[in-house]
């Protein structure tokens, strides 16, 4: 393996074009002199430089100049690209062709995994299953009606309840409510019959409701879980196409480089060896390429078997990959969230009512051996009959009523049973008193992560807007510096892989910023919205996914300081629609029933710390705005007399918000 490696080595150095700075080697012949640099350009000689003489109505050569080696050079960044099949931009897709193509958004992803996930679908059976139950516990106490008929025949002897043996044979019939009536006894399957033991008829009902109610929360718990993949899936099929589309850029630039790197090597103005890597980082990027294909593929089929669609078609996400999702301020009241968790989430409710259905089974079985079973049946019928003693043997029919009723108490295995029983039921109860907790235990982890995570992927969105910016301001300084032939092709090449990185780590970023808003959002007890207002992330942005042409040298996005500036600015104003939401909060609550009235003072304080909180709301609101703008390199609008909309960027000017 070692040889192998080693002739490998030796074959790839001997394809290497000899380095041209050694001049006993050009004067032997060995190595082209620099007069050939058009032979080094792609095989088509590139004449001597010339100059014209318009007097004489003739082109003469010229004489050799002192930078005649840059001339050259700027010959060969100017001849077309090599058409060695090794140096072609073009890649085949790594995967098939898809069957079919549908774009989809996410409010329709969700909507239609809310319709047709069997996941949801078996949920909401499972209320109708509840409710069942429940119709069925509340009727218990409803009699039983019956209607039939029997026939009996009797030949043999017969014992007498003296002890005395007949032989006898009779028969008897019986027609109408109930059925079983035989002899002197009562009819045995009355036809109104209400059998029922009264702790059941009572608690049954109770538990059934809880019951109901767990189903209904677990329902929509399983469908907040599962819209929340679907989203997350949805975000995830955003991002592999956005890298995609980002590597497809990526690659033309890196072409860009190559070609330019070559025509250095070429010249002799570069090494061999960083056409070479220009040549590598190209491939790289080309299979890079293939790899957030087969992504975008893997993606696709997640999101289709989450919607119970057919794998085999290929989703195509629609709307912006970088639009940034706010739905819940990342510096609100970590508290308030959980308890707002705490009370909104269904997971929680369903354990509560789990422990509320355990606590009426207790109560049941304590109840049990002081409520008796009530026995009532009525019937009413024709019943004839005979036999060899009082003939005829069948006949003799008229009519019949019977009415019995029955009251007992019972005691299993002399109370001991019914004590075992209240154990497990207590059992029972502690053990969904603690899946509560857990549950509870567990939104607030999910609650803080979420916040945690949408707080600093909100810190790093701004970051990465201002890394992409320098990464793209720094390329393509370099890059028009090396067409110029004033710089070294292997800084371009750094600034490449920066520019590389810094677009998929904005992707990402913005991406898992979106994915912990929906986190947080659905984590607070709700699904994901249908209609999700967005905002793009501004300029630079647009460089990660090809969406704007090249920026002009010294371009490339918003200096650090303004970037800074709109985010507290956000934060600012996200701080004073809190604090307003809180004192509007506190004023409703002191103003509801029940309440004591407070005095004249207290009331112009709490209107008077409304007022102070709404002024500081518009103020911090205007500051954002105006910083938006400013990020934006336009003026702001001047402020109209009763305009809100003036000091509003383009993105927020249709939508005036309201509170």
Not at 241 to 268: P, Q
Not at 374 to 397: C, V
Not at 497 to 511: A, G
Not at 583 to 601: F, N, T, V, W, Y
């Amino acid at each position: 393996m070692g040889f192998a490696l080693l002739s490998g080595c030796a074959a790839y150095r001997s394809e290497l074009p000899p380095r041209p700075d050694d001049a006993s080697r050009m004067e032997s012949g060995q190595i082209a002199r620099p007069d050939d640099a058009g032979q080094l350009a792609g095989g088509a000689a590139v004449p001597a430089p010339v100059s014209a003489d318009p007097a004489k109505g003739q082109i003469d050569p010229a004489e050799p100049k002192s930078d005649d080696r840059v001339s050259r050079a700027q010959v060969v960044l100017t001849t077309p690209a090599s058409r060695d099949p090794d140096t072609s931009s073009s890649f085949t897709p790594s995967i098939p062709q898809p069957s079919e193509e549908r774009p989809i958004d996410l409010p329709t992803a969700l909507r239609l995994a809310d319709s047709v996930n069997p996941v949801i679908g078996a949920a909401r059976a499972r209320i109708e299953i509840a409710l069942a139950d429940l119709t069925a516990a509340r009727a218990l106490l409803l009699p039983m009606l019956n209607v039939g008929t029997n026939y009996h025949n009797h030949t043999g002897v017969l014992q007498r309840s003296s002890g005395e043996i007949l032989s006898t044979s009779n028969q008897s019939l019986y027609v109408g409510g109930g059925a079983q009536a035989i002899g002197p006894g009562s009819v045995e399957i009355p036809a109104v019959n209400v059998s029922v033991a009264l702790v059941d008829a009572v608690y049954e009902p109770l538990a059934a409701r809880k019951t109901l109610d767990v189903s209904r929360f677990d329902a929509s718990a399983t469908a907040n879980t599962v819209l929340l993949e679907v989203s997350t899936l949805y975000q995830d099929l955003h991002r592999a196409g956005a890298l995609l589309a980002s590597r497809r850029r990526s690659e033309a630039d890196a072409a860009e480089v190559e070609k330019i790197t070559s025509g250095f090597a070429r010249a002799g103005q570069g090494r061999q060896a960083d056409a070479d890597r220009a040549r590598s980082e190209r491939k790289l990027v080309g299979a890079s390429i293939r790899r957030a294909e087969e992504e975008v593929a893997r993606a696709s089929a997640a999101l289709c078997r989450r919607l119970h669609l057919d794998p085999s078609i290929r989703l195509l996400p629609s709307g912006d990959p970088l639009a940034v999702l706010m739905l819940i301020d990342p510096a609100a009241d970590e508290e308030a969230l959980i308890a707002t968790a705490i009370r909104r989430r269904p997971e929680v409710g369903a354990r509560s009512a789990a422990v509320a259905v355990a606590e009426t089974r207790l109560r049941q079985e304590k109840a049990r051996p002081f409520l008796p079973t009530i026995w009532i049946g009525g019937s009413g019928g024709a019943f004839g009959g005979g036999s060899n003693l009082y003939p005829p043997t069948l006949g003799n029919f008229g009519g019949r009523t019977d009415f019995d009723a029955m009251a007992y108490w019972t005691l299993r295995n002399f109370g001991l049973g019914n004590l075992a029983i209240q154990k497990r039921r207590r059992g029972e109860v502690g053990a969904a008193a603690s899946e509560n907790a857990r549950t509870i235990s567990r939104v607030r982890e999910e609650v803080a992560s979420a916040r945690a995570d949408a707080i600093a992927q909100h810190e790093r969105i701004v970051l990465a807007v201002d890394e992409m910016a320098a990464s793209e301001r720094g390329f393509h300084q370099d890059l028009e510096r090396a067409r110029q032939v004033r710089g070294l092709p292997i800084e371009l090449l750094n600034n490449l892989d920066l520019l590389i990185k810094s677009r998929e780590d904005l992707i990402r970023t913005v991406i898992g910023f979106n994915q912990a808003q929906l986190r947080l959002f659905v984590a607070l007890g709700t699904p994901p919205p249908l209609e999700i207002a967005a905002t793009r992330v501004p300029r630079a942005a647009e460089e990660a996914t090809g969406d704007r042409d090249q920026a002009a040298e010294g371009g490339g996005g918003p200096p650090r300081d303004v970037a800074s500036e709109v985010r507290e600015a956000h934060q600012a104003s996200l701080r004073a629609a809190g604090e307003y939401e809180r004192e509007q909060a506190r004023l409703i609550e002191s103003l509801a029933p029940g309440k004591p009235l407070a005095s004249r003072d207290v009331r112009v304080a709490e209107l008077k710390a409304l007022a102070e909180a709404h002024r500081k709301v518009v103020v911090t609101q205007a500051e954002y705005h105006q910083a938006v703008w400013k990020l934006l390199d336009k003026p702001a609008p001047e402020p109209q007399p009763g305009s809100v909309q003036a000091t509003k960027p383009p993105e927020q000017a249709n939508s005036v918000e309201t509170r």
